[in-house]
């Protein structure tokens, strides 16, 4: 058999792979806190939904980065503590993240993540990390494609500059 070709499980993580695991958990972890705070300022009852689907995951793969980096003895990275839920009334409406806001950072975050995933997909050499991290894209190419169509049938799209070809065929 070749150099790492037993059971990937067994296998040590190089130094990327505990450090692409570690800033993923760092920044699920931020994300986490995001997400609840931002449940507690949008009034659009869609965008409470995907929020608490992006929250769900998040959570979800909070927990399977954390046991492999406890598998592999590495210290896990600082969480900020769980939001309290609050009423939106509550919030002063100087003080509120406006829904259409919060629809844009989504979007942002899941952009960022696509991108995060597929480096980490590219560095693995452990079959297992690649597939995980395979995994969290999918998951994200999904939330996205729902996270952009209720931007377009809420109107909060902003796009760029469109370009429309003046040459006729």
Known sequence: ????????????????????????????????AGYQTMLNHTGDEDLKKLLQESLDICQQQKKQLEEILKENGVALP????????????DIPAG????DPEIAAKLSGEIAASL????????KSIREDIAMLYDQFHTQKVGLGAK??????????????????SSKEC
């Open 1 to 32: 058999m070749g150099i790492l070709s037993g059971n990937p499980k067994e296998e040590p993580l190089h130094y990327g792979e505990v450090f692409d695991i570690w800033s993923t958990l760092l920044v699920g972890n931020g994300a986490i």
């Open 78 to 89: 600082p969480a900020p503590p769980e939001r309290p839920e609050a009423c939106l009334e």
């Open 95 to 98: 003080a509120r993240i406006q």
């Open 115 to 122: 991108v995060a995933y597929s480096q980490v997909i590219g």
């Open 147 to 164: 996270v952009l169509r209720l931007n377009k049938e809420k109107g909060w799209i902003v796009p760029p500059p469109l370009h429309y």
